[in-house]
């Protein structure tokens, strides 16, 4: 069954508009990556969180775990043309265990 | 480094003829991971190989799914027979497994349509 859920599953946005997409595991992650894949690409890595409650920017992604290390959720402020694909979580339960990667938000960003 | 290479990057075959996949990690990477990419199920690990050795296959379909990975720079996947339901994209994926960092580097991908 679906280890990791990720919400929304679509978003359409606005140029210069925010952007969050959440991220929820059933159980205690060891670690969580997010990844992008461009519209006919293949997943990128964006970035990997492992403590609890850390947070990490790249320019204006921001990336969030839980103090639970249950949930996650990537934000984008003021979205560009450039920020459009598919962001996965994808959330581990070992430190060299398997990712179960969520079903993915495709961010839209209209000119 | 070129990156990790699959090929064929498209294949169209009629239902009941046999595919084989090929993947080329990244020189170095002890982890190799298959995958399968479709609308309704999303992103799905199908097996992966640690120095060569399947860890889990537990998402491999059935029994006309097998994978191998012969040495550290080769891997297949293979579908006999294939089946209009095996059309998807595979991506094939390798890490560097240290205590610190477990990206995972994925190929172009083989778009596998059976007809």
């Known amino acids: 069954g679906q280890q990791v859920m990720q919400i929304p599953q679509y978003q359409h946005v606005q140029e210069g508009e925010d952007f969050t997409t959440y991220c929820n595991s059933s159980t205690t992650l060891s670690n969580i990556q997010w990844y992008k894949q461009r519209p006919g690409g293949h997943p990128v890595f964006l970035i990997q969180?492992?403590?609890?409650?850390e947070v990490k920017k790249q320019k204006r992604l921001t990336f969030q775990f839980g103090e639970a290390k249950k949930n996650s959720s990537l934000h984008i402020t003021a979205t560009q043309t450039t920020d459009v694909g598919t962001y996965f979580c994808?959330?581990?339960?070992?430190?060299?265990?398997?990712?179960?990667f969520g079903r993915g938000t495709q961010l839209t960003v209209w000119p | 480094d070129a990156g990790v290479i699959q090929s064929p990057r498209h294949e169209v075959t009629e239902m009941g003829q046999e595919v084989t996949l090929r993947c080329k990690p990244i020189s170095g990477h002890d982890y190799l991971f298959w995958y399968r990419q479709t609308m309704m199920r999303g992103l799905e690990l199908l097996i992966y190989f640690n120095n060569n050795v399947p860890i889990d296959d537990s998402g491999m379909p059935e029994d006309r799914f097998s994978a191998k990975m012969p040495n550290a720079s080769f891997s297949t996947l293979k579908i006999q027979p294939s089946e209009p339901r095996d059309s998807a994209v595979y991506f094939c994926a390798s890490s560097f497994r240290s205590t610190e960092n477990y990206e995972q580097f994925f190929g172009p991908g083989t778009r596998l349509t059976v007809l």
């Open positions: 994808a959330g581990s339960r070992s430190t060299l265990g398997r990712l179960y």
């Open positions: 969180l492992v403590k609890s409650g």
